[in-house]
């Protein structure tokens, strides 16, 4: 992978991470302060989890394939 490839791929997970997080705020934001069922208001804290995961998944993968790419 050369330099440009890199950095290109570094930014984009950065970005990638970041959205699935602002999403997540988004989602907690909307389902927390309206006037939702408890249910709704259990099933919006789930969604939102799995949107930080996604976030700490890209970013862990982002790290993992760096330092693959490091020994080669």
Do not use: P
Not at 22 to 47: N, P, S
């Amino acid at each position: 992978m050369n330099e440009l490839g890199l950095h290109t791929y570094r930014i984009l997970s950065w970005l990638c991470a970041g959205l699935a997080w602002v999403i997540a705020t988004v989602v907690l934001w909307d389902g927390c302060t309206g006037e939702l069922q408890l249910r709704y208001r259990i099933i919006t804290v789930v969604v939102a989890g799995i949107f930080i995961l996604i976030g700490a998944f890209v970013l862990g993968l982002e790290r993992i394939l760096d330092n693959i790419y490091k020994w080669n």
